[in-house]
């Protein structure tokens, strides 16, 4: 299994609340991903990365932003979380680009937003 | 609309049986195509990928997929489902570019 870690694995907020998810990973991959995961609609990009300090929205970016100081760390905010950001996120790598190449994703992280 | 559709939201099969898990997608390009796995609070893990080449694609757990561009389809089978293969399965296209596409999934139910 690649190297991708990401923290917390559950979480349980209130509204409102500032919200950071953590995704690591050890495989030196250039490109980093975040999806979360709700049921009937699958996957959806929310963000990703191609490079430290490069980053770009996916289809569903609004409400979340995201940062890479580092290879190895993507951090995936929630400025001020809602009960519509209630789901399941999960970070993904790959080593070339999104298109052309597989992406590992990590186990997830739960999030619940009261 | 591009899109990716797995048009079977849920299947049951015997253990023992054959699978097929239908995919259908809608660019204009032939996309690079994939299988995924998700066992219930685990991460994906990739099945198998079609890139170019040979239409019929060997992958882990036995299973393989099968691309017909006159169909625009990529179905995932299964000679012989085994317990342990109960699972969501996800297919995904990925686009030249940054773009990356899911399925919304199909889960997999096997009965004794």
């Known amino acids: 299994d690649a190297g991708i870690t990401q923290s917390p694995r559950h979480k349980v907020t209130e509204t409102g609340t500032p919200v950071t998810l953590r995704c690591h990973q050890t495989?030196?991959?250039?490109?980093m991903y975040w999806y979360r995961q709700d049921p009937g609609h699958g996957l959806r990009l929310i963000h990703y990365?191609?490079?430290?300090?490069?980053?770009d929205k996916g289809e569903v970016s609004d409400g979340y932003s995201v940062s890479r100081s580092k290879t190895e760390d993507f951090l995936l905010t929630l400025e001020s979380a809602t009960s519509s950001q209630t789901s399941v996120y999960f970070c993904?790598?790959?080593?070339?680009?999104?298109?052309?190449?597989?992406?590992?994703f990590g186990p997830g992280t739960r999030l619940t937003v009261l | 609309a591009q899109s990716v559709t797995q048009p079977d939201i849920h299947i049951t099969v015997s253990e023992g049986a054959s699978l097929e898990l239908r995919c259908n997608y809608s660019?204009?390009?032939?996309?690079?195509l994939f299988w995924y796995v998700q066992s219930p609070g685990q991460g994906l893990q990739l099945l198998l990928k079609?890139?170019?080449?040979?239409?019929l694609v060997q992958g882990i757990k036995g299973f393989e997929a099968e691309f017909k561009r006159s169909q625009s389809s990529f179905n995932l089978r299964k000679p012989s489902v085994h317990w342990s293969d109960a699972a969501e399965y996800f297919c995904?296209?990925?686009?030249?570019?940054?773009?990356?596409?899911f399925g919304t999934g199909t889960s997999l139910t096997v009965i004794p």
């Open positions: 993904a790598i790959s080593g070339r680009r999104q298109g052309g190449n597989e992406q590992f």
């Open positions: 495989e030196n991959h250039r490109y």
């Open positions: 990365s191609y490079g430290v300090k490069d980053t």
């Open positions: 660019y204009g390009a032939t996309p690079y």
């Open positions: 079609y890139f170019s080449g040979d239409t």
């Open positions: 995904a296209v990925g686009l030249t570019g940054n773009q990356f596409y």
